[in-house]
């Protein structure tokens, strides 16, 4: 339903802005005027943007509206949340001045920053900018938004500043399972503080807005924005006089505060804002500096090196943080802002490659909670802010948690972390094998990372994932010195290894099958895939499909093999955990690349035909949102892995450079979820698919931090000559290394902070002819590590 405008009243500020009641802090915009910000394209203004905060954040356009957005809550995933509650479907401003009503619905240019963003007007009014900068600071229920007015004319300006809240306080997804119902929001004034008070009729959920300027009430109403977003929410007015001289600006600075759980929290919140904006914000800049200065590298590709760096700040945008359920990354925004196990699996083996253990603890320690309800040791797959489980886990979830845990402890070395999910990985596999897999041959049958309908046979992500758990299990078994269950998980995961590469390779295909299957599946999912391709009209996927069915229908219905009907993305997932055989992976990447558009991998291969390389605009997607036809960053991550896997680093710079392209492309700093500007605007697993092939693979940086040992191997692509990474942190240590490359000679330089751990380089990527390793030199370069201990550790490879 509409809201209905109940403007109580207005209030007009008598006073200029010049003449404050209280010592005016110094304007926010100034704190910023040195930092790097990066403006967006003018034809993507209007699309969307996030001002982001762990615990508040804030969604509209770059045009500085609010539209209603998103799908889950339909239209109201935008505006102002605060998990798991919505605040505010946003403000409106207005301009009065001369006789003229001018909307600030049409900014001209605007610039993203890590910790916030900033929203440009210099052609709406005359003579008169306006600039809307807004950060969200972490910990905090609350948002903080200043204009600055500076007249570029040569007469004073006097003029009347609106600035309209329109609150919608509502429950998140899922809210009608664990009983909160939305009512209508009631406003009132708080003349102590010279805000808007909302309330929800029947629940304890508040918003408080007003700035940092005190006035005296006005009936009059402001109508200049023509604005009616849905649902039960209310508006109100706030009015302001401004006078600003010629060449001078002015300032007025507005505080947005929050509560779902009582009135006094709201208020405590608002005064916060109010008096520690500056310092909340230099803490806000603080933090992402820290978080660039964490795995920073110095490459020759200078738009690769901003992207991983955004990509960085990007993760971060996507926190989570609701206290009375738990702290970790959600998986996009602004339709999946909630926490995801999959997501998480692949998201958080990028998160301690870049120095984010806090993230990386916080959010395991929730999916491990949220799973646990379970009851059998399966992971869960997305559950909402408020803690209701949507989807209590796909099959690959549970594996593919059991290396995540492995993989964290080799960079931490804490030992106690994984005795904590020990239990919980043993009896998730017992799980998994005991309960998915019917036929007893070791593949669990259920959805994989493709939820296509009816694809839920044996799929080979399952399969692999299923194989890489087994064969990390049989590691963790042996620290928790279990040799016995060591063994048989050991044991499960040759076995799966010799099948994977036996039953799902496909020889005609050059690739391993989608999925193993009897024949009766294969035919029923063929039709759907034909029906698929012939309508996004392609004929060569609708011509290979026939051909398929036209041999299967000699088959014998029961037969059971793998088939290659998709050619999804997911078959890549042999060489994304190293274990297809080395011919077959040669053959599979090769074959892999011919599904690709200028950014990246299709998530379906048959969604490709002969135009897809030379389609590098905008993503035209379905009226009602889906995946098909689309590439994507996770798909276009993995197979870069996959190429360094088998000693391919410029195939693998290849692919990043195409989903480098995404970079910026609609919101600047960003990566869309699907290439170049379709689905989530910031998408988590996108530091998977950076900061694995960059950190772990082309610097080589593998540790093993419970034994003091950091293993690199750098396998850098042909076209670098040198690069260099610093502050690698692996449990108390941190590392950074210089490679450089001149003629037939290669220096390497690790320094690092704890002088007594190892460093052994395998030099094996290279054609080494003599290895000087600090001042001991070899001739005869022989298989395996050179290790040596130090503060610095200085390799010299002759070629």
Not at 162 to 182: A, I, Q, S
Not at 255 to 280: C, M, P, R, V, W
Not at 569 to 597: R, Y
Not at 773 to 778: A, E, G, I, Y
Request: aromatic share 12%; net charge negative; charged share 25%.
């Amino acid at each position: 339903m509409n809201k209905k405008y109940a403007f109580l009243s207005t209030f007009l500020i008598l006073s200029i802005l010049s003449c404050q009641n209280e010592p005016q802090q110094d304007p926010l915009q100034e704190l910023i005027k040195n930092k790097e910000g990066l403006i967006g394209k003018s034809e993507y203004l209007n699309s969307p943007y996030v001002t982001a905060g762990d615990r508040v954040y804030m969604v509209g356009h770059q045009d500085g509206t609010f539209p209603d957005l998103g799908w889950h809550v339909e239209g109201e995933m935008g505006g102002i949340w605060n998990h798991p509650i919505k605040m505010m479907d946003g403000f409106t401003n207005s301009i009065q001045i001369e006789g003229s009503s001018y909307c600030l619905d049409r900014a001209d240019q605007f610039i993203n920053y890590p910790f916030g963003n900033k929203h440009i007007f210099s052609e709406t009014i005359p003579d008169l900018e306006v600039r809307r900068f807004q950060f969200v600071p972490d910990g905090i229920e609350g948002v903080i938004i200043e204009f600055t007015f500076s007249n570029n004319g040569n007469e004073k300006k006097s003029f009347d500043f609106n600035f309209t809240g329109h609150t919608d306080l509502m429950p998140v997804w899922l809210g009608e399972r664990v009983g909160m119902t939305d009512d209508v929001d009631n406003l009132n004034f708080d003349e102590s503080r010279k805000a808007w008070r909302g309330k929800d009729d029947s629940n304890e959920w508040y918003v408080l807005f007003g700035s940092n300027q005190h006035g005296v009430e006005e009936e009059k109403i402001d109508i200049s924005c023509l604005y009616e977003p849905q649902g039960k929410g209310g508006s109100a007015n706030l009015k302001y006089k401004v006078t600003v001289r010629p060449g001078k600006i002015e300032t007025i600075r507005f505080f947005i505060a929050g509560s779902y759980k009582d009135q006094d929290s709201a208020e405590k919140t608002y005064d916060l804002l109010s008096k520690h904006a500056n310092t909340y914000l230099k803490e806000k800049i603080d933090h992402y500096e820290k978080i660039a200065s964490k795995s920073k590298i110095t490459i020759p590709d200078k738009e690769l090196e901003l992207a991983f760096e955004w990509v960085k700040y990007n993760t971060e945008w996507l926190v989570r943080d609701v206290p009375e359920i738990g702290r970790g990354l959600g998986a996009g925004m602004p339709d999946y802002p909630w926490w995801f196990g999959v997501d998480n699996e692949y998201t958080l083996k990028g998160a301690i490659a870049t120095g984010r253990k806090d993230l990386v603890y916080s959010t395991i320690e929730l999916i491990h909670k949220l799973s646990e309800t379970n009851g059998n040791g399966k992971v869960v797959h997305e559950v909402s802010s408020n803690g209701v489980i949507f989807n209590p886990g796909n099959i690959n979830e549970t594996p593919q948690f059991a290396s995540l845990i492995y993989w964290v402890y080799q960079w931490t070395g804490d030992k106690e972390f994984l005795q904590k999910y020990y239990p919980f990985i043993k009896k998730g596999l017992k799980w998994l094998m005991e309960e998915n897999d019917a036929d007893g041959n070791l593949f669990p049958d259920g959805y994989g990372m493709m939820e296509i309908h009816g694809l839920e046979s044996e799929m080979i992500d399952v399969a692999v994932y299923t194989q890489k758990a087994f064969a990390d299990a049989a590691k963790m078994a042996k620290l928790m010195e279990e040799t016995e269950q060591a063994q048989s998980y050991q044991h499960t995961a040759d076995l799966l290894k010799e099948k994977i590469n036996k039953e799902f390779w496909v020889e005609e295909y050059n690739s391993y099958a989608d999925f193993i299957g009897t024949t009766a599946e294969a035919l029923h999912l063929i039709d759907a895939a034909i029906i698929r391709a012939d309508t996004l009209e392609k004929p060569w996927a609708v011509e290979e499909l026939k051909a398929t069915k036209k041999k299967l229908s000699t088959y014998p219905r029961n037969k059971k093999q793998g088939f290659v009907l998709f050619h999804n993305w997911v078959v890549n997932t042999p060489m994304e955990m190293g274990i297809a055989e080395e011919e077959k992976a040669i053959k599979a990447l090769d074959k892999g690349s011919k599904f690709v558009n200028p950014f990246g991998v299709f998530v379906t291969g048959i969604d490709r035909d002969e135009t897809s390389e030379s389609a590098d605009g905008k993503f035209e997607g379905s009226k009602v949102f889906s995946y098909t036809g689309a590439v994507m960053t996770l798909p276009t991550g993995v197979q870069a892995i996959s190429e360094n896997n088998y000693g391919r680093p410029d195939e693998a710079l290849g692919y990043l450079k195409r989903m480098t392209k995404s970079f910026g492309f609609a919101l600047p700093g960003s990566i869309y979820e699907v290439s170049p500007d379709y689905g989530m605007m910031a998408q988590a697993w996108n530091l998977y698919s950076y900061a694995v092939p960059l950190v772990t693979q082309f610097f080589g940086i593998n540790p093993d931090a419970r034994n003091k040992v950091i293993h690199i191997k750098p396998q850098m692509p042909s076209s670098w000559n040198s690069a260099k990474i610093e502050n690698v942190i692996i449990a108390d240590n941190n590392i950074s290394m210089d490679f450089k490359k001149e003629d037939n000679e290669i220096r390497i330089e690790v320094t690092q902070k704890n002088g007594d751990w190892e460093v052994h380089l395998d030099p094996s990527f290279y054609n080494v002819k003599t290895l000087i390793l600090n001042d001991t030199r070899f001739d005869s370069i022989e298989k395996g590590s050179y290790s040596s201990t130090g503060k610095s550790v200085i390799y010299t490879l002759t070629l």
